[in-house]
């Protein structure tokens, strides 16, 4: 089978490879790909059939990654199989693959390899995959390290109107706190809506913004927000540094 796999890789590209046997019916191609530390991309053949080829990491991209980046979550997980499904490959338990017909290998490895590469990277996507996981974060930051004061999320403190929501609200206080995550302007805006109206009605509360990033709030909008409330972290950095001593302060 060796020899065929060579016999088509020389076919259709020419070119520079080595294939080796790693164990029985496993191919490693040898091929001038390299991750972002050097390393050359892992590419892994097994025929399916005399026609049939997979192309495989074995996992071993995502097992490099992990050393620096876990894909350790729900949301981490979603944006992997986005990345996985926009490239066309596939994934089985962390293990990328491509399945192909034999006259295609050489176009379907070069598919791979892209693939592998902007998995191999996921943790550089800092900005997108920060703005995605932002309101994970915010709950798992909240339950971690704020669970002694007692909160509920996604309420709505005027029950006929479903459209002014608090992300959290920490009752146990005279004036309950509200706690709002701002992803982003609108989320800013419809944050501001909510505490003016609030205000209007003369609920007693106090109010806590949590900015994702300072700078993604346009002015206009993170002004508006600031007159309407009463503390803001500009980022989730500082309320992961300051939030618990703000809490105790708070409520002791």
Do not use: W
Request: hydrophobic content about 40%.
């Amino acid at each position: 089978m060796r020899e065929i796999i060579e016999k088509a890789l020389n076919t259709q590209c020419h070119g520079q490879f080595i294939i080796r046997e790693r164990r029985e019916g496993i191919y490693q191609v040898i091929i001038p790909f390299f991750y972002e530390d050097g390393d050359i991309v892992e590419v892994y053949i097994i025929p399916l059939s005399d026609n049939k080829i997979k192309i495989s990491d074995l996992g071993m991209t995502v097992m490099r990654l992990s050393y620096s980046y876990e894909i350790d979550t729900p949301k981490k997980e979603e944006i992997f199989k986005k990345i996985i499904a926009q490239n066309r490959v596939n994934e089985d338990n962390m293990s990328i693959y491509l399945i192909c017909d034999l006259p295609l290998l050489f176009n379907s490895i070069m598919t791979f390899i892209e693939a592998v590469l902007k998995v191999s990277t996921m943790e550089y996507f800092k900005r997108e995959i920060i703005q995605d996981l932002f309101y994970e974060m915010l709950e798992e930051f909240i339950q971690d390290n704020l669970s002694e004061f007692p909160f509920e999320k996604n309420v709505f403190p005027i029950p006929e109107r479903d459209d002014l929501e608090v992300d959290y609200v920490f009752n146990s206080l005279s004036k309950p706190i509200y706690l709002f995550g701002i992803n982003n302007s609108d989320k800013s805006k419809i944050a501001t809506i909510c505490l003016l109206e609030f205000q209007k009605r003369n609920i007693q509360f106090r109010s806590v913004s949590v900015l994702r990033d300072f700078d993604v709030i346009r002015n206009k909008d993170r002004r508006r927000l600031e007159s309407a409330s009463d503390k803001i972290f500009p980022d989730f950095q500082d309320f992961q540094s300051n939030s618990v001593a703000f809490f105790n302060r708070e409520y002791h």
